[in-house]
């Protein structure tokens, strides 16, 4: 019912910062939580923050705090994470995610839905 797609990926320094863009389609996702995931090659993904349906509330992975920003927009059905001071570890395909729940590492990925991922790559 819901469908993603991804955008704002590509190829940065390290320190510097990109802003990734997931836009939905329908009219339900306002009533969504929101969340970003991201998944290197040969590792499982990993949850990265998450966000709320009023924007309320956002939880961040350690290895995103201080760093990432997520925000949504759901006059314009998209949701943002503004990624500063960019690691090479932060390097692998990020994907938005959406559930009628609160999104954790915890939550089971198979029960979300998911955008096609977008790809994000960071040279030391």
């Known amino acids: 019912q819901v469908q993603f797609v991804e955008s704002g990926g590509g190829l940065v320094q390290a320190g510097g910062s990109l802003r990734l863009s997931c836009a939905a389609s329908g009219r339900t996702f306002s009533t969504y939580t929101m969340g970003w995931f991201r998944q290197a090659p040969g590792k499982e993904r990993e949850f990265v923050a998450s966000?709320?349906?009023?924007?309320?509330?956002?939880y961040y992975a350690d290895s995103a705090k201080g760093r990432f920003t997520i925000s949504r927009d759901n006059a314009k059905n998209t949701v943002y994470l503004q990624m500063n001071s960019l690691k090479p570890e932060d390097t692998a395909v990020y994907y938005c995610?959406?559930?009628?729940?609160?999104?954790?590492?915890?939550?089971?990925?198979?029960?979300?839905?998911w955008g096609q991922g977008t790809q994000v790559t960071v040279s030391s």
């Open positions: 995610a959406a559930d009628r729940l609160p999104i954790t590492n915890a939550t089971p990925r198979d029960g979300l839905y």
């Open positions: 966000i709320s349906r009023g924007s309320v509330s956002t």
